[in-house]
């Protein structure tokens, strides 16, 4: 977790510099989410470097500005928080953007649970990673 | 207060660019060897060059917050900001820690 939120900010200051590509450690946890922003469209897309340690990302813009604005992070190494299904779909899920680690789907963004979870039949908690600012 | 950090960059460059000749006009006027109507000629030269290419309007901001206080110059933060990317371990090779 520390690696991932680590990652998150050198996205944070590359995009602040106007960069285009950003290198950042390889983990399968930074590899998951990578793959589901890149299913978002939210960056070009990623590569491993030669040495298969690294992994560089190209971000992407709209219009010279920077697609992704800021990160608020929620957990973190030293203290983890998780959300009960009542809470999540009441009250989070309509403030923004959020990545989650559930137990029935994985890491999922919270857009995507609430088109599979819209008749609220399903109980589905667990823990907020952070949110996005788009 | 985005516009302010704009300002400064924009003087960062200007100086970048004028700064051999501004120090060049400014050290004619500081001889005291030359004849005092150069030195007059390039003392008014000076006051007609614009003040945003003297170093000393350049200053320091944070790239977060944009505020020009406490700024610390190994991470371009402010104090506040600092603070909060520690917190959540969004820096690399910085810790929190006390002793």
Redesign the interface.
């Given at each position: 977790?520390?690696i991932v939120?680590?990652s998150?900010?050198?996205i944070?200051m590359a995009y602040?510099e106007r960069r285009r590509i950003v290198i950042i450690k390889r983990t399968k946890l930074t590899l998951k989410i990578l793959q589901l922003f890149y299913e978002e469209g939210l960056i070009r897309g990623y590569s491993l470097t030669k040495d298969l340690k690294n992994i560089f990302i190209f971000l992407k813009y709209y219009e010279n500005k920077p697609l992704i604005k800021g990160?608020k992070?929620f957990s973190?190494?030293r203290k983890k928080v998780y959300v009960s299904s009542n809470l999540l779909f009441k009250y989070i899920i309509s403030k923004g953007l959020f990545l989650l680690s559930t137990d029935r789907y994985g890491l999922i963004f919270s857009a995507r649970l609430s088109r599979k979870n819209h008749n609220l039949t399903k109980k589905i908690g667990g823990q907020l990673l952070f949110k996005l600012d788009v | 207060m985005k516009y302010l950090n704009r300002k400064d960059n924009i003087r960062r460059k200007t100086y970048l660019t004028t700064e051999f000749e501004y120090i060049r006009i400014k050290a004619i006027t500081r001889t005291r060897t030359l004849p005092s109507t150069i030195r007059f000629f390039f003392f008014m030269k000076l006051n007609r060059m614009s003040k945003n290419m003297s170093k000393i309007r350049i200053k320091n901001r944070c790239?977060?917050t944009n505020s020009a206080k406490s700024v610390y110059r190994d991470f371009r933060l402010n104090r506040s900001a600092l603070k909060e990317?520690v917190g959540?371990?969004?820096?690399?090779g910085v810790r929190k820690s006390s002793w």
């Open positions: 977790m520390v939120s680590q998150l900010g050198l944070n602040k990160f992070l973190n190494a | 790239i977060f990317f959540s371990d969004q820096l690399v």
